[in-house]
């Protein structure tokens, strides 16, 4: 509801030639024809929805033929195709992108103006699909954009979510969440394909048959049907169309005998279709209950049963027997969520193709790869062992056999060395640890940056790694340029195109010759003009969503991700509060004016994150209302953090806020986004900040606080005494005693957890360590932005050495290190690379 963030258009030039083979005068022509076609009515008589479903039907018509030759040429070449299962695909607004990667965007600008349209409302009226949370699935979209981009035929698997997360409002400083009804007005950008459902299979009992040769029979069980849902993933200007497949859940009603007395019996079928449909309603249901983690297991195996079983039909029409499987297929297995699928295959090979053990492990093993992305216990699944049995009685017997059987071979290793084996085993204490079971059965094991690579190999996974090192290596995350500066920042693009020529869209590494003119005055005014410009659309969309007006010239200084302990918003908080309390001692203290802006979603059971954002939102009511500090401060939280949101705040912004606990952030990806659009890092040696700083040099990044290597060393120590910092630092104590003491007046007791973690028990994210010297930080980050040329620099700088942060760069690694495939090696002719 409301007011939806709103989209830059690029400019013509940035849009580069017009490659696409359609004219101005056809796309109008079109583009008339499809909505009279799909409304029966004029173009001057529909709505601004009518005209966004007409524009993208339009659109999918384009590249209907390239993603069809696409296919074809894969059949044709017998390319390795690579399957990316993820539980989220972030994918953000699909017709900007669509139309920039197709050539199409000055092109469709135009005809849509000389039609009295505007394409930046048009862009405005897409929702953003409710297919992701965070990180996770943000970095899935970006990988779909390379894989196509690179001429990689690279595919996603994923789930077709009815009501996504849940979509954020902020209600009297509170987050509530409400069902993210993203489908409502349809989602005109996949295709569903009924005729390549196929059945799942939950519950019933496993017969054991033996003549001769051992068989599972599997009976009594449940049968849900997977739709699949074919959405196109559309390469940059090289004609390649790939598949990012989502899938749904069905009941077959027509099946359901209605009794012949009629009513009720109808009644419950209908009851039962939505039972089954509740598998595909959300993301992350509730796992509170014993109900709610049944749903999730479900929900994984379904997602990991429909695409395992279509990319076999699809392997069988295109190739002979699947002993060449893993010459021909990779499947990337993103986070433990779809780790299943190593016993699926499995079940597969052994149960339907009647493989030996020993083959089906061997395909399965070289098919299957594994990236981590946390260290958080939480995040590290199990599943009780009883749950398991009962929701997939057969692939929990392939469970236990894998388990034996690696059992056995660290007995080999280990002899007697029962405690070890106790730790890797893939059950034990009546709990099925799907991060094991992902070591065991995948041939390769990535973290996602190099810091976070090393605390898996030598600490989290260190007994993993020494039993079979060779698998573990190192993908440093990366994001897309062209959706990341191209389609969000259009007036930066121009800039940087203007600098040193258009190359850099494909080739973000030639982003390093803006090193050259970073100290150049009239680069350095533009920069400064195109980040101006940026606050201004910005400070447009806060005052109309939230009444709150801008100040454009002082700092955006922002922290927009997840609320969760580790990354630490409490301690931004903390800073500002501080500052306001100066402030307050001292209305003429010289400090730059700041702007800082939250964003995030905290988890529906995470307490604590939910009372952080109503604490930052308590902090923003009282500064933001106190005239005596005149407007040197505000604080913003923006309501419903996504995809298209985030596309307005990183090109406003000057600092980013990386300031997790270091060991705690795998990597972060905001990070490299926020880079990318020149903002500098306040941040922690964490994750990618530790790369971004040796990209950038030392002179370009504010870095503050303990090291990972200092926080675990306290954590081997038990830990730090949060009593000592408080009593030593009086600012401080300060501020955590507003926590409590009626500062904020109509909290009462509110913030008492937070009071209590950091004091009561143990700061265990180390807010309290590390606040003098992110302090000191801000400080320093001050002065340089007084000295605006210096400042430019920075900025300049930052984006200059982003080009490592591509995720054209992290998926060519993938590609070659991990896949072994190469860029589709029959490169498109030039007239296969025009949509028509
Ligand atoms: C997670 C990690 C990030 C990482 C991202 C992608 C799970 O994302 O925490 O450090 O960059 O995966 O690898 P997030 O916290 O944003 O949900």
Known sequence: ?????????????????????????????????????????????????????????????????????????????????VYYFSIEFLLGRLLGSNLYNLGLNEVCQQALSELGLDLRTLRQVEEDPGLGNGGLGRLAACYLDSMASLGLPGHGMGMRYRYGLFEQRIVDGYQREYADDWLMDGFYWDVRKPAEAVEVRFGGNVRIKSNGKTQYIHEGYETVLAVPYDVPVVGYRNGMV?????????????????????????????????????????LYPDDSTYEGKALRLKQQYFLVSAGLQSIIRNYRENNGHLREFPHKIAIHINDTHPVLCIPELLRILLDEEQ???????????????YTNHTILPEALETWPEDLFRTVLPRLY??????????????????????????????????????AHLAIVGCHSVNGVAELHTDILKNKIMKEFCDFSPAKFNNKT?????????????????????????????????????LERHSADTAFQHHLLKVKLQNKVALAKYVKEKHGITLDVNSIFDSQVKRIHAYKRQTLNVLHIMALYNRLKENPLLDIEPHTFIFGGKAAVNYHIAKNTIKLINSLADLVNNDKSIRDKIKVVFLEN?????????????????????????????????????????????????????????????????????????????????????????ERLRQVVDQLINGFFPAAGDLFRGHFDSLLHQGDHFFVLKDFASYEAAHQVLDERYKD???????????????????????FAEYATDIWHIRPDTLPFSASEKQIR
Not at 411 to 431: K, L
């Open 1 to 81: 509801p409301g007011v939806k963030p709103g989209t830059a258009v690029l400019d013509a030039a940035q849009a580069g030639p017009a490659d696409s083979g359609i004219t101005v005068e056809q796309f109008k022509q079109d583009y008339r024809n499809k909505v009279e076609r799909m409304y029966g009515d004029g173009l001057e008589r529909v709505s601004d929805l009518d005209k966004y479903n007409a524009l993208v039907s339009l659109v999918r018509d384009y590249l209907a033929e390239p993603w069809l030759n696409t296919k074809e040429k894969y059949r044709r070449t017998g390319a390795k195709q």
């Open 242 to 282: 790939n598949t990012l497949r989502l899938w749904s859940a069905e009941a077959r009603l027509s099946e359901v005998v209605c009794a012949p007395q009629g009513g009720s019996d109808c009644q419950k079928a209908v009851e039962y279709s939505q039972t089954v449909e509740e598998l595909s309603n959300i």
């Open 355 to 369: 493989l030996t053990w020993e083959e089906a492990w061997n395909i399965t093993v070289q098919t299957m790869s």
């Open 397 to 434: 017997l392939i469970v236990r056999d894998i388990n034996e059987y690696y059992c056995r071979s660290l007995w080999e290793a280990y002899p007697g060395d029962w405690d070890r084996i106790s730790r890797m085993a893939i059950i034990s204490y009546n709990r099925i640890h799907m």
């Open 477 to 513: 995350n990366g994001v897309t340029q062209r959706r990341w500066v191209s389609l969000c920042n259009p007036a930066l693009a121009q800039l940087i195109t203007d600098t040193i020529g258009p190359r850099w869209v494909e080739h973000p590494q030639e982003l390093a010759q």
């Open 641 to 729: 953090y996504n995809v298209s949101l985030a596309e307005l705040i990183i090109p406003a912004t000057d600092v980013s806020e990386q300031i997790p606990t270091a060991s705690y952030e795998a990597s972060g990806t905001g990070n490299m986004k926020f880079m990318m659009n020149g903002a500098v890092t306040i941040g922690t040696l964490d994750g990618a900040n530790i790369e971004i700083k040796q990209a950038v040099g030392e002179d370009n990044i504010i870095v503050f606080g303990l090291t990972a290597e200092e926080v675990l060393a306290y954590y081997r120590g038990g830990g730090y005494n949060p009593w000592e910092v408080y009593q030593d630092n």
């Open 788 to 810: 605006r040329p210096v400042w430019l620099k920075m900025c300049s700088a930052n984006i200059a050495h982003s080009g490592r942060f591509s995720s054209d760069r992290t």
